[in-house]
């Protein structure tokens, strides 16, 4: 059997053809051949590599280095130092840090490695997101018209909730079991909506996706539609990702075009439709309840739940709320059925996981791996080590509402079950590793004055609460804080958690809370000697940060 | 871009905003949206424009000025006041934090001459943060109108911006 261990990607958009792009495309096929590498490696062609000016790229999987721009002459290079020895020629590669933000759904893989078990991101990167021939080629659609054609809603609900799907937002709600609510909720119409309000920060996956594979979650909120009995989905796309919004406008044009979209799907009675909604720059928008009220057309503030959006939802109808991740996986589901998807991951975590490796990290980027990989394997294996071989102090799961896991807990499986059990939250997938350079309290300082920025100011707990903590922690890192602060913070974090009216305010602290469990003592230093043993927070003339060096 | 926009006639620029997206309800963020996009900001008076066409019959509510108020100043990305010819949007999110955007950002503000959420006086520069902007694989990050710009380091900020006139 022939095992393809690397990819070259040769774009070939009408600014690449201008440049040689045919040339080098046999320059590669040719110099390969010469190397014996014909069974090993294939090449092949996409159109749209989102990076003007420096064409053709020549994107080689699954490094993902892309070059550019390449001449017919560099080929020998790229192919005997890159595929046949290993080594990325970092001469050719293109200038990377003048990214078009399109090209990101690329850099998304850097760093990916060949024991990823994609799922979700089996497209992205992979097909021209533009293009649904490229999609269908890939199985597009196949698992749509298996549910309109083969299946009746019910069977559709139950093969979801037979997987073991949680839903990949933060929360792990099952997903068949969501469905299964609004199905059997009267009302109606009822709404499917996809939360692509993708804002915990250090958190791209969703983008990745919308960028990179628009089709797969059109298929899945037509799916999801069939399954409750709904004809009208919203994609409520965060307002600071424009690309990804081109690219689901272009999608649903494309689908309509093809009776994928619209009325009769498939030659069935079944239709639905899709509008495409830009959000504009708020975090508690991703807040189910919020971004219906956003949707809505007013403030982005959360609804007090019950009634939750199964029964009362968009314009007080009964309403499916998914993430794009969660999404992503309804067609492989469907297509290969909930026992294949079963066998992935854990027992209690079915499926796979995306995640955003950050930091100080050798190779920053996404990965995707069976749920049940501990943290150290990342770290090592995907995220090529610690930089500059500095020690780890912490890992940030989850994002900033994220919880603190310290080194003590990097061999702790990353899924629901285990992480809870350790108190740890997997959140939205993202993996913010800090070296022994980091500050405790610059961190959770940073972290608080997020939450006081996006704080939406309906609850009380929530507005003055983050607000009172950003002021101590910062009084703390000028060396202003005083002994009784760490007893405060617990109070008014306590407070907080339990009667904030929704996850903003319930969990700002969490992060705050870890780092006082297991970095007491450098918080202390900070209060009681006006140290910083990190050397970061600017406090005052005894710390070692502003002493000469002599 | 360099569109001068005291000439754009307002009600016209509602009416086809309207057209466009729609005199629904979950039309009015789009319609923001693009009021913000075509003047730099939201003009008050667009407001009762907006509300001029935008009825919701079936629940039989009419829209205040005051609603549309309290949407326009709640997102980040409306600006209610004019803003400076290019605006920096720069990401303090803590993936971006841990590896360095702080100088970066000391070096921004030395360099246009104003704090976060000013404009210069010269009204060339508005230097704004913004929470993550989805890529933290090349933090730090900073946009500069439509353009972003990763791996930045404070060294590279005058070339970047020197690059807008």
Known sequence: MKVIRSMVLVSVDEDSLQHGAQEVFHAFLDEIDRFGLSDEIAVTTILDAGLQGDTPLVIVYPDAAVYGPVRVEDVHLIVEEH?????IVPALLAMMHEMAPDISWMRGRRGAMPVQKRVVLQRAGMVNPESI????LYDGFQALGKALTQMTPTQVIAEVDKSGLQGRGGAGFPTGRKWSFVASTPGDPKY???????SEPGTFKDRTILEGDPFSILEAMIIAGYAINAHEGYIYIRGEYPLAYRRIENAIRQAEEWGLLGDHIFGTDFHFHIHPHAGAGAYICGEETALIESLEGKRGMPRPRPPYPTTYGLFGKPTVVNNVETLA????ILLNGAVWYRELGSPKSTGTKVYTILGNVNFKGLIEVPMGITLREVIDIYGKGMKDDKKLKLVQTGGSSGTIAPASLQDTPLDFDS?????????????LVCDEDTCVVDLAKKILQFFRDECCGKCTPCRIGTLRLYEIVSQISEGKGSPGDLELISNISKAMSEVSNCGLGQTASTALIDILNYFREEIEAHILEHICPAGVCPLSEFSPAATPVP | MEQDVSELDLPSVVEKAIEEHGATRDAIIPILNEINRIFGYVPIAALPEIRRHIQIPEEGVFLADSHLYSAAS????????????????FCESAPCHVIGARRVLQTLQEYTGVKPGETSEDKKWSLLLTSCLGVCSVGPVFLVDED???EVSPERVPEILGRYQ
């Open chain 1, 192 to 198: 499917v909506i996809c939360n692509a309000d993708e």
């Open chain 2, 74 to 89: 709640f997102y980040q990305m409306f600006s209610l006041k004019p803003l400076g010819r290019h605006i920096i949007r």
């Open chain 2, 148 to 150: 972003i710009y990763g």
């Open chain 1, 419 to 431: 992480f809870r059990k350790a108190g740890v939250s997997l959140g939205s997938g993202a993996l």
């Open chain 1, 329 to 332: 996986n309804i067609g492989p």
């Open chain 1, 133 to 136: 021939e490229d999609y269908i």
């Open chain 1, 83 to 87: 595929l046949f020895k290993g080594n």
